[in-house]
């Protein structure tokens, strides 16, 4: 019944397209149209091509549209896409998804969870499970948004979809220059900014050139930190974000170009965007401390926290033009050092407590630090025809060998002499398997990940309209990894080896209708695939008795797979309307979900044998008069569970039950924009003047599975300290609420310069992006959020 609900559901809404589209006509450019929409050239089937001739749904963002939109992250722009969601977990960590596709938060504890979005810098993988890359928005020529699972062309972790950053490339035939500037404030918070650059120099005669990008970015913080002794520190969350790229295009000949690049970004960050409603050292119940409620964007530390990240990418790509074909090689070395550092002393203090150490141990500071080292090296070599023929054809090989290594500390100076004075002497050294002292948990675990594919794709042109394409890609993965734990928190593991791994094919069938030469229909059944693996163990020493029994059992997890059907249609008529628009239906075998482990103080990953998501996504942009440009965007989703699991105790396990939500994705989110462009003379002849809002809307959603079960949001921490019972209670609710952003701007741009004044959030929107509880909410209760209303102004200058 509940397939055929599907059905009935996709086949409705192609009639509705049909109908849509029953009066659109080819018309001849010259008669009168009063506005033109940019067309945009991607290259999403690793072939140049428009939008409309993509024979799947896609969106593509193009420079002045990422400037238009205010966006300087890939999170600000994805509100703007339709079917793309960023669920913000902290600085430089995000959980992404397409078309609804999501298991759920990942957590930085959690390195062998793979990524469900791919994530490219033109033809280089870059995809990082929960540290999507952050990269810098300027001088780039467009960003791509593949929806559905694109395992064919770009392998495991697109099986919701992929994102490529697409920058714009040195230019050989003359000298270019660009830079922008950027003042702006946040309210009740600080002053921020960037300065960015670019230069294109040809070299060797119009034979080669060099293309040099530099930015630096101030973020303002707006996150008031309360400590000991009634301190504040305001504005905590501050930081910067630096880098650049340099590459070199050379054309050997008139055949082969080589394109060698380096690029380099840092990113720091002071403190995280978390306002807090409870923690162990400030709550209302407490009697021999301060009795503290927490307010909007406020939270109570110890410590300082911080995270960075830098990142360095090489890469180098081989271009060569032959009679019939074409030859492309890429290699890429991807290299990144991640620290995440944050205050866990309400963590270690609830242990502490657990344990019935004196109080004096339960508030020392405690600082956990995750960090991430990654060496990837990824190579691909591919042959596509370049003929006018009916038959186009591409096939290619892959390879890339993945060294993760992560590592946990958690520096509590002091902590083993209460360790050794409570539960005797010499526990603290016979505990800590070889790992430093004052550290009570550590973690080692490098993991090797190779993968070796092969793939190809055929399209055929039956008659000027039909155009029908196969493709497929056999993969092979082999995964290793190694944990070694020590400290108090720890249990004790030495040199345990996990392996996994898998392989197999992936098909993927596609094809596209001219109706004429305005209105193309397109469908698609296509497979996607992402790796499994093994949990990390339990903190035993952390977790009750009835945590073990219902979480003990979940050691390793299988592929996840997903099959996907959609339908679309892109329409683009001569008087300045296109719409893209989609309908679809994915079928999610092995679905790899996440959960807390109760106050383990550990997460699981698990599999739900069915799942699945149905819905609409549509872009539609119009110039109904000159100067004037709308566009609204937006995508109806239902993601559920089509299966329940039970757990040892025989109840359903963290809300994962058929019919329930899957997480951190909405039902519903919406974009409208509008620009209006008049002449402006004041400051010269050919000026223009642009006043331009817009408006997203993003609909409820919950952080993981469990945060729709009756009474998830009453909380009871159970940890008699500081005149607190423990049996007090803290009642949240765990529905992120739905919120609008609206943005506003104006500006003038005459010649080759604009300057931009305008205002983000203007309605100071507080958001609760996404859910934070530590040891399960025992520890610490919070919820992330956005950036309130922000004021700035831009300029910007091209030579």
Same mark, same amino acid.
């Given at each position: 019944?509940?397939?055929?609900?599907?059905?009935?559901?996709?086949?409705?809404?192609?009639?509705?397209?049909?109908?849509?589209?029953?009066?659109?006509?080819?018309?001849?450019?010259?008669?009168?149209?009063?506005?033109?929409? *940019?067309?945009?050239?991607?290259?999403?089937?690793?072939?140049?091509?428009?939008?409309?001739?993509?024979?799947?749904?896609?969106?593509?963002?193009?420079?002045?549209?990422?400037? /238009?939109?205010?966006?300087?992250?890939?999170? *600000?722009?994805?509100?703007?896409?339709?079917?793309?969601?960023?669920?913000?977990?902290?600085? &430089?960590?995000?959980?992404?998804?397409?078309?609804?596709?999501?298991?759920?938060?990942?957590?930085?504890?959690?390195?062998?969870?793979?990524?469900?979005?791919?994530?490219?810098?033109? *033809?280089?993988?870059?995809?990082?499970?929960?540290?999507? @890359?952050?990269?810098?928005?300027?001088?780039?020529?467009?960003?791509?948004?593949?929806?559905?699972?694109?395992?064919?062309?770009?392998?495991?972790?697109?099986? $919701?979809?992929?994102?490529?950053?697409?920058?714009?490339?040195?230019?050989?035939?003359?000298?270019?220059?660009?830079?922008?500037?950027?003042?702006?404030?946040?309210?009740?918070?600080?002053?921020?900014?960037?300065?960015? &650059?670019?230069?294109?120099?040809?070299?060797?005669?119009?034979?080669?050139?060099?293309?040099?990008?530099?930015?630096?970015?101030?973020?303002?913080?707006?996150? +008031?930190?309360?400590?000991?002794?009634?301190?504040?520190?305001?504005?905590?969350?501050? $930081?910067?974000?630096?880098?650049?790229?340099?590459?070199?295009?050379?054309?050997?000949?008139?055949?082969?170009?080589?394109?060698?690049?380096?690029?380099?970004?840092?990113?720091?960050?002071?403190?995280?965007?978390?306002?807090?409603?409870?923690?162990?050292?400030?709550?209302?119940?407490?009697?021999?401390?301060?009795?503290?409620?927490?307010?909007?964007?406020?939270?109570?530390?110890?410590?300082?926290?911080?995270?960075? +990240?830098?990142?360095?990418?090489?890469?180098?790509?081989?271009?060569?033009?032959?009679?019939?074909?074409?030859?492309?090689?890429?290699?890429?070395?991807?290299?990144?050092?991640?620290?995440?550092?944050?205050?866990?002393?309400?963590?270690?203090?609830?242990?502490?407590?657990?344990?019935?150490? @004196?109080?004096?141990?339960?508030?020392?500071?405690?600082?956990?630090?995750?960090?991430?080292?990654?060496?990837?090296?990824?190579?691909?070599?591919?042959?596509?025809?370049?003929?006018? $023929?009916?038959?186009?054809?591409?096939?290619?090989?892959?390879?890339?060998?993945?060294?993760?290594?992560?590592?946990?500390?958690?520096?509590?100076?002091?902590?083993?002499?209460?360790?050794?004075?409570?539960?005797?002497?010499?526990?603290?050294?016979?505990?800590?398997?070889?790992?430093?002292? +004052?550290?009570?948990?550590?973690?080692?675990?490098?993991?090797?990940?190779?993968?070796?594919?092969?793939?190809?794709?055929?399209?055929?042109?039956?008659?000027?309209?039909?155009?029908?394409?196969?493709?497929?890609?056999?993969?092979?993965?082999?995964?290793? /990894?190694?944990?070694?734990? !020590?400290?108090?928190?720890?249990?004790?593991?030495?040199?345990?080896?996990?392996?996994?791994?898998?392989?197999?094919?992936?098909?993927?069938?596609?094809?596209?209708?001219?109706?004429?030469?305005? #209105?193309?229909?397109?469908?698609?059944?296509?497979?996607?695939?992402?790796?499994?693996?093994?949990?990390?163990?339990?903190?035993?020493?952390?977790?009750?008795?009835?945590?073990?029994?219902?979480?003990? &059992?979940?050691?390793?997890?299988?592929?996840?797979?997903?099959?996907?059907?959609?339908?679309?249609?892109?329409?683009?008529?001569?008087? !300045?309307?296109?719409?893209?628009?989609?309908?679809?239906?994915?079928?999610?075998?092995?679905?790899?979900?996440?959960?807390?482990?109760?106050?383990?103080?550990?997460?699981?990953?698990?599999?739900?044998?069915?799942?699945?998501?149905?819905?609409?996504?549509?872009?539609?942009?119009?110039?109904?008069?000159?100067?004037?440009?709308?566009?609204?965007?937006?995508?109806?989703?239902?993601? *559920?569970?089509?299966?329940? #699991?039970?757990?040892?105790?025989?109840?359903?396990?963290?809300?994962?039950?058929?019919?329930?939500?899957?997480?951190?994705?909405?039902?519903?989110?919406?974009?409208?924009?509008?620009?209006?462009?008049?002449?402006?003379?004041?400051?010269?002849?050919?000026?223009?003047?642009?006043?331009?809002?817009?408006?997203?809307?993003? &609909?409820?959603?919950?952080?993981? @599975?469990?945060?729709?079960?009756?009474?998830?949001?009453?909380?009871?921490?159970?940890?008699?300290?500081?005149?607190?019972?423990?049996?007090?209670?803290?009642?949240?609710?765990?529905?992120?609420?739905?919120?609008?952003?609206?943005?506003?701007?104006?500006?003038?741009?005459?010649?080759?310069?604009?300057?931009?004044?305008?205002?983000?959030?203007?309605?100071?929107?507080?958001?609760?992006?996404?859910?934070?509880?530590?040891?399960? $909410? /025992?520890?610490?209760?919070?919820?992330?959020?956005?950036?309130?209303?922000?004021?700035?102004?831009?300029?910007?200058?091209?030579?």
């Amino acid at each position: 019944m509940q397939n055929l609900v599907h059905k009935n559901i996709l086949t409705a809404s192609i009639a509705v397209l049909l109908t849509i589209t029953s009066g659109v006509n080819a018309q001849d450019s010259e008669d009168g149209s009063e506005g033109t929409i *940019e067309e945009i050239l991607v290259t999403a089937t690793k072939r140049a091509s428009t939008i409309k001739d993509v024979p799947f749904s896609i969106n593509a963002m193009s420079e002045k549209d990422i400037q /238009r939109s205010g966006a300087t992250s890939l999170e *600000e722009l994805s509100r703007n896409i339709a079917g793309l969601t960023m669920q913000n977990l902290g600085p &430089g960590q995000s959980q992404v998804a397409i078309r609804g596709v999501s298991a759920g938060q990942i957590v930085r504890d959690q390195p062998g969870v793979k990524e469900q979005v791919g994530v490219y810098l033109d *033809e280089s993988v870059i995809s990082l499970s929960l540290f999507t @890359p952050d990269l810098d928005l300027f001088d780039l020529n467009r960003v791509e948004t593949l929806r559905g699972p694109q395992g064919t062309l770009f392998g495991s972790g697109s099986v $919701g979809g992929t994102i490529r950053y697409i920058t714009n490339q040195p230019d050989v035939d003359e000298f270019q220059g660009a830079f922008e500037l950027n003042l702006n404030t946040v309210t009740d918070g600080e002053l921020g900014g960037h300065g960015k &650059g670019m230069v294109n120099i040809p070299l060797a005669e119009g034979q080669a050139a060099l293309r040099v990008v530099a930015y630096s970015t101030a973020y303002a913080g707006f996150i +008031d930190a309360l400590g000991e002794g009634g301190s504040v520190n305001k504005d905590v969350n501050n $930081g910067t974000r630096t880098g650049g790229r340099i590459s070199l295009k050379w054309d050997v000949s008139d055949t082969v170009t080589i394109t060698p690049r380096i690029i380099y970004q840092e990113i720091d960050m002071d403190g995280f965007n978390r306002q807090e409603v409870f923690s162990l050292f400030a709550n209302p119940y407490t009697t021999t401390r301060p009795a503290i409620q927490l307010g909007e964007r406020q939270q109570y530390l110890l410590l300082e926290e911080g995270f960075s +990240d830098e990142t360095t990418i090489a890469d180098v790509t081989l271009e060569s033009a032959h009679d019939n074909f074409d030859v492309t090689f890429v290699a890429s070395l991807t290299d990144r050092d991640i620290l995440v550092s944050r205050d866990a002393s309400a963590l270690s203090g609830s242990v502490s407590v657990d344990l019935g150490f @004196p109080d004096a141990a339960v508030v020392l500071p405690s600082n956990l630090e995750d960090r991430t080292a990654v060496e990837q090296s990824t190579f691909e070599l591919r042959f596509s025809s370049n003929n006018d $023929g009916p038959l186009q054809w591409l096939v290619g090989a892959f390879y890339s060998d993945t060294e993760r290594v992560y590592s946990q500390r958690l520096p509590t100076p002091g902590y083993d002499a209460f360790t050794d004075a409570v539960l005797g002497a010499g526990t603290s050294a016979a505990v800590a398997n070889g790992f430093p002292a +004052d550290s009570p948990f550590n973690s080692d675990l490098p993991y090797d990940l190779t993968q070796t594919a092969v793939f190809g794709e055929l399209t055929y042109d039956i008659g000027e309209h039909l155009h029908l394409t196969a493709g497929g890609r056999f993969y092979d993965y082999d995964e290793s /990894r190694v944990i070694t734990t !020590g400290g108090l928190f720890g249990n004790g593991d030495t040199g345990q080896v996990d392996e996994t791994s898998a392989d197999g094919f992936i098909p993927r069938f596609m094809a596209a209708y001219e109706f004429n030469d305005n #209105v193309t229909f397109n469908g698609q059944v296509s497979k996607g695939f992402r790796l499994g693996g093994v949990n990390d163990p339990l903190n035993a020493s952390l977790c009750t008795g009835q945590d073990i029994e219902i979480f003990g &059992g979940f050691q390793d997890y299988e592929d996840e797979t997903l099959l996907n059907y959609e339908a679309g249609v892109k329409i683009r008529t001569d008087n !300045g309307v296109t719409l893209n628009a989609a309908v679809f239906h994915t079928e999610i075998d092995d679905l790899q979900v996440t959960l807390d482990a109760g106050s383990c103080s550990s997460r699981i990953s698990f599999n739900v044998p069915e799942a699945h998501t149905t819905g609409i996504e549509f872009e539609l942009a119009a110039q109904p008069t000159d100067g004037l440009e709308l566009s609204f965007s937006g995508s109806l989703l239902e993601a *559920e569970f089509d299966s329940t #699991v039970i757990n040892a105790e025989g109840n359903v396990l963290g809300g994962v039950q058929d019919g329930n939500r899957l997480p951190s994705v909405p039902k519903i989110q919406l974009a409208a924009a509008a620009t209006y462009f008049f002449p402006f003379a004041m400051v010269g002849d050919g000026a223009e003047a642009y006043v331009s809002g817009s408006i997203q809307h993003v &609909g409820n959603r919950i952080t993981q @599975p469990s945060d729709q079960v009756a009474g998830a949001g009453i909380f009871s921490s159970g940890l008699p300290f500081a005149g607190a019972t423990g049996a007090e209670i803290t009642t949240l609710d765990l529905l992120l609420a739905s919120y609008e952003t609206l943005n506003l701007s104006t500006g003038v741009t005459k010649d080759n310069w604009e300057v931009v004044l305008y205002v983000n959030n203007a309605t100071d929107k507080n958001a609760n992006l996404s859910f934070d509880r530590e040891r399960g $909410g /025992r520890a610490r209760l919070g919820f992330r959020t956005n950036t309130p209303r922000t004021f700035g102004v831009t300029y910007r200058m091209r030579y």
